[in-house]
């Protein structure tokens, strides 16, 4: 069975880091483009972080310089170092890899 499960998620102080993890099973990372997205409470989903199947990487103009996404091959992990958080990071994020998702993780930032 194909999925995604991300993990990691939490309550963190604005201006704190979090680190959130997308395992696969029935799929191989290192054999596609996976990305981050997240979708804030009455908003759309959007793209946060993606990275490609030779590690070019691309960030959202508002993760740029705050947040890093990473793979780990041999493990089969995605993650996504998410530093200096604001209140507006809230939402819950979700890992992609072509049209399947995860279940998606709750990232809430206070202020």
């Known amino acids: 069975q194909v999925q995604l499960v991300e993990s990691g998620g939490g309550l963190v102080q604005a201006g704190g880091s979090l680190r959130l993890s997308c395992a696969a099973s029935?799929?191989?990372?290192?054999?596609?483009?996976v990305a981050w997205y997240r979708q804030a409470p009455g908003k759309q989903r959007e793209p946060v972080a993606s990275i490609a199947r030779f590690t070019l990487t691309s960030y959202a103009d508002s993760a740029k310089g705050r947040f890093i996404i990473s793979r780990d091959n041999a493990k089969n992990m995605v993650y996504l170092q998410m530093n200096s958080l604001k209140p507006e990071d809230t939402a819950v994020y979700y890992c992609?890899?072509?049209?399947?998702w995860g279940q998606g993780t709750l990232v809430t930032v206070s202020s």
């Open positions: 029935g799929i191989r990372f290192s054999d596609n483009a």
């Open positions: 992609n890899v072509r049209d399947l």
